[in-house]
């Protein structure tokens, strides 16, 4: 699909060292962290800056050549499968923390920044980044942004939305955009910002960002509160939030993630247990201690057998080390491991881990539930083989109907891990045909070529989940 | 221009007692709370229910007849003239607080609550709704909404739009979207419900409101920080900021405003002094305690002459309420007032100020200066004569230099009061030509017909003020 001359055009811009295009290059970004989704990049960019993502974008505008975005390709969604083929466009010399500014608490930052740098950069001034995706020490944060990441701190913190207070963007007519800035309060026109966060590339490129900071929180605690079942969990969450309590990391797991986890990890989780909570809070020593007392308190009432607080930071430290690995624990279970992030309100937590075990059970699959309680952001995982085309049908079928629990229960589609090609299908069941039709209006506008990261967030084969091979 | 048949179209739909359209009616809805802007409606329209919202929209869209959604018409843009007409859409009859959810720390509202109504009702559940604009004892949360609202709260809790949560709306279509919902984690899509937030009634009527709550701060206190020189005021908002502390309310008032809000509040204000700042801190007690010495000991360190904490709850109330009621008390000095809201990231605090009163100086315009310091969002006020056109010109050429002096600083035209028509000749200086063409682009692909409060954000007529009378 790329023609000699359209490569050499690239390599004008950018230098041979910069383009990829063998087969095995290829392959390696033909897919990432979602499971069974698979297509090949023509070639495979490494810009070293906006003016040359520009010359790039208008090279791709001629020839009407997909664009894929890439950052580490850590999401869950198939957000980064160059499904069209065309160019996948690296990050990994834009990479730069340009500025800390302690006066106006920004960070500006090159997409291809790692999260765990930024956070870690921004500590040592005493300053806080709270977005902390479990991916954080790959992630990028030009790949928060696209996929509007969440993490273990959103429930009292928010999302990588929250943080993004202006960009740089390249549209797919080659124009650069700059939008909000150092700027508490900026009404100046529709909210492009808030319009590029969260999408997954379709919209404009994103070369740089300047991100919110706030005082890094003085003090630390967390515990872990232990259950015999999954009921008292979830009525302990829903208790502490309306105790008027806002925990920073309020994270369930089940019996099922917790001996996976204890398996991988090996820091003495329980594994005897039905559910455990994993609870953090931070901020000034005092109001921390009262929190987590009260928090103990309403754990037990709500029929915790157990409630622990980490003795040391060591400590602490590895518990929410142990959650950030559930993925990966659970990933070692079977060949191939389908994991979601249905949402609902906080108070529906119960009632949704209820359903997904029932809907398991009725389409006998395994499926082990963590995530984001307080934020009523579950991970129903299931571990399976994508060989066995029949229980494949299954895990399918189960997810629509989880899906479909999490919308009656008010809920969505998805939480964190964005739209992609995964929940496409799905999407209409979210946000109407209307919805639909107004965000395709939207992409219209911006993207008439559809240049951008096609074949995410829309898709003609509504509800079927889609599995492509390359 | 609306027709007889058209009229009874309306009558059938909301009924006669719910249609306006005598002369004088007319003129009540020809202008907002913006100075020296004026337009008549054909007709104003109460509908009862987003049906008949729906059903209003389908006869305006074949009639191609422009439509203003009006809350209280507190807005300073112009944002609610009918510059061209057509229909003033009222919410008074759409004003129910629908659900305080305790258990989901969430209130969904119809759009025509009074904002400060919706405030009283969640705090006597012990929650906490921050977004407090200074017109709040009248304006509606529809208006807050469309016009992304700021306050006196912004600098630790944010604006409106960080509290919509999920909104339902009319298209220019007739069609009804509903974005988001109680979820603290959404990322199905296009993020809808910030693109709509402080799009002014030019993208959708917005019908019905999710807001997020929070837990009501256990305590609060409030002190006055005098000086002598307004850098050393600017100073301290910066030492405090820099300092990492993020009080809720950081105000500041230069001395002709606090003569003029003292002369119509009369509560004893220092009317001596060149600046004060309005400090206030909530939250946990202690905290508040600690906080409010550290800032207290930076202000002096600052330079500034006294410090004093308000003794008695009543007494931060006043000083709250004085601030708030800046514009009023501007207003009595002269027949015009106009008010606007450069707002600079808040490192250049001192410097805006100082830029503002050079500029003053320049075109011989009295200018004074409040707003929220710690925002970075300033109210240059300027009290003149709109007959007075040889002033007039000057104090147009005064704010224009203001803007551009904002811009340069890294700033924006506009901090929480919104584009509308008045600062629709200066939006291209904040987004440049190409922002422009994208949010037209998306105006383009929501309302083709541009019957959704036309006029607005937009403007043929780039940099000139405009000054239009019915």
């Known amino acids: 699909m790329i023609s000699p001359s359209i490569k050499s055009q690239f390599e004008a811009i950018v230098g041979k060292e910069n383009i990829m295009d063998s087969p095995a290059q290829r392959l390696v970004y033909s897919y990432d962290a979602t499971p069974n989704i698979q297509a090949m990049p023509d070639l495979i960019v490494a810009p070293r800056s906006t003016e040359e993502v520009v010359k790039i974008v208008n090279v791709c505008q001629k020839g009407k050549i997909p664009i894929v975005p890439r950052g580490s390709g850590s999401n869950l969604c198939a957000g980064t499968v160059p499904i069209a083929g065309g160019v996948v466009l690296l990050f990994k010399h834009m990479n730069r923390i340009i500025e800390v500014d302690e006066q106006n608490l920004t960070v500006t930052v090159q997409p291809g920044v790692i999260t ?63 939008t909000g800035g150092k700027l508490a309060k900026d009404v100046a026109g529709y909210n492009l910002t808030q319009l590029l966060v969260g999408s997954e590339g379709t919209l404009a490129i994103i070369t740089e960002a300047t991100l919110k900071l706030i005082p890094k929180p003085e003090s630390k605690q967390t515990m872990l509160a232990l259950y015999e079942n999954i009921d008292a969990a979830a009525q302990s969450v829903s208790n502490i939030i309306a105790a008027q309590i806002i925990p920073a990391t309020l994270e369930f797991l089940d019996q099922p993630t917790l001996q996976a986890v204890e398996d991988f990890a090996q820091i003495g989780l329980p594994t005897d247990v039905e559910a455990v909570l994993l609870i953090e809070q931070d901020g000034d020593s005092q109001v921390v201690e009262r929190d987590m007392r009260k928090m103990a308190t309403l754990c037990t009432a709500s029929g915790a057998i157990s409630v622990q607080v980490a003795a040391t930071l060591e400590e602490a430290e590895a518990l929410t080390t142990a959650r950030r690995a559930a993925l990966s624990a659970l990933a070692r279970l079977k060949p191939t491991t389908i994991l979601e992030d249905a949402t609902v309100p906080r108070s529906e937590i119960a009632n949704m881990v209820k359903a997904i075990n029932e809907i398991a059970d009725r389409h ?78 939207i992409k219209q506008s911006l993207d008439p070529q559809h240049i951008l990261n096609p074949g995410k967030i829309f898709t003609e084969d509504a509800r079927k989940r889609l599995v492509v091979s390359s």
């Not at 902390?132 to 928060?144: C, F, L």
């Not at 963007?169 to 700059?178: D, K, M, W």
């Not at 395994?366 to 952001?377: Q, V, Y």
């Open 116 to 178: 765990q740098d930024l956070i870690e950069t921004v500590e040592q001034k005493g300053l806080f980044y709270p977005p902390d995706p479990s991916s954080m020490k790959i992630s990028t944060i030009g790949g928060n942004i696209n996929e509007n990441s969440g993490g273990l701190r959103g429930l009292k913190y928010g999302v990588t939305a929250d943080y993004v207070m202006g960009l740089e963007a390249v549209l797919a007519n080659g124009e650069v955009i700059r």
């Open 364 to 441: 006998q699959v395994k499926i082990c539930t963590f995530g984001h309680a307080g934020d009523g952001n579950l991970h129903p995982t299931c571990p399976t083989d994508a060989r066995d085309l029949e229980e494949m049908e299954r895990v399918e079928a189960a997810f629509a109907d989880i899906f479909e629990r999490a919308i009656q229960l008010g809920g969505t589609i998805t939480g964190e891990h964005g739209v992609g090609m995964v929940k496409a299908p799905y999407l209409q069941w979210k946000v109407g045909a209307t919805g639909i039709a107004v965000m395709k209006g």
